[in-house]
């Protein structure tokens, strides 16, 4: 009886494949052409001129000679960041660094499907040697239409909408005793404000009841608490040719109001970087994996369920396609220079959510696959461009930061 192969034994071939090519397309010529390479590499040389950069180039360079895209410095435009789904967002930020080495930066965003965003963080000097960071926000954004599918891996391609606005305020700690180990804390209080949501589709309410979709028409308050340890030996988070990431963390919704929604929330994920000549290419092999446990006579409401679709997580499918009280994503990348500052990359997502964990295996993913060109700076990912094809169809993504982090 012939064995269909697995998903990730497809995945692994497709590794191994996209790896060897540039190895082939190094190997060495035949000698009867040693001679003929030589010839034109001589003549090539006689009419050699100097590299020019490109003018973005040199915009991207400037900047990173002037402290990088992190920087802490006056008036800039913030990107991204209110909320999946929100589409290309930006707005006014500023920023101070102290000389003490705090900092204080202000933002508020506005994208163009209405989303929004006001925010303040502070965070403060390092202490401890530099091992010791505390930092803190006040954070409210507003999402008028987000999307909801039915609950399950099976999910059938129906879409209704719902609104979700969130107040948040929040204090964390990181603590790296060594450059490569990685300790967190935090706590915060959550407001969400749900509701229906005004589109030519379907509102979730007029489609689900409360017993279908937890969660529905409840608006909770929440002690949010959390723990993550880690090992990171990658140079820089936002973007980089080598290392390895372990990390797990903790999560605990204390709901403050009255309600059953109490629940907690394990996020792990597995990360290696393989850098090939220098890394001029990299592959880039992920696993992440999210969990959710409650207490009896509790439920995890659908808005805050693990959930896969969009531009970071399985970006064949459209944003939060997926959700249930487990999920798991393989990634696989294969990016290489193009010029400073800017890469292409291949990609193929497989992932599923399950009602319970212990289906967290290899059996009927969903997967894509897809190609993209991201620019970044030293240690930054600013924006990336993405075709991604899934077996509903194809997407196109833009985003503003790496799909992983």
Known sequence: MTRKPSVSMLLWLAFIVIAAVPAAAQTPA???????????????AQHLAPYKQHPLERRLLAIE???????????????GDIKQGSGVALGPAYGKL????????????YSVRNFKLVQLFA???PMADGKVTISGRARWQDAPVLAVYPLGPDSRRFRTDYSESKTEVSAHALVKPLSFIRLGAGVGFEAFDTGGA?????????????AEMPGLGIDPKYLHSFVLAGIDS???PGYSRSGTLLQAALHDYRQQDDGSFSFQRVDAIARQLIPILRGNWVIDLSVRTSTTTVDSGNQVPFFLLPDL??????????????????????TGEYRWYV?????????????KVASRSKDLDFDDLKSDVGIGIRFHGLGTSFFRIEVAKSSEGYRLIFGFSAPIR
């Open 123 to 125: 965070s403060s000097p």
């Open 234 to 236: 990658r140079p820089f």
């Open 98 to 109: 102290f000389d003490n080495g705090s900092t204080v930066i202000g933002k508020v965003g």
């Open 65 to 79: 000679e002037a402290g990088g895209f992190t920087v802490v410095r006056g008036w800039f435009v913030a990107l």
């Open 30 to 44: 035949a000698d009867t052409r040693a001679g003929e390479i030589a010839a034109e590499q001589q003549e090539k």
């Open 309 to 330: 679709g969009g531009s970071g997580e399985l970006r064949g499918y459209p944003s939060y396609r997926f959700r249930d009280r487990n999920s798991i994503i393989f």
């Open 339 to 351: 010029q400073e500052f800017v890469d292409m990359a291949v990609f193929v997502d497989a992932g």
């Open 198 to 210: 005004d589109t030519k589709r379907s509102s979730v309410e007029e489609v689900y009841s409360p």
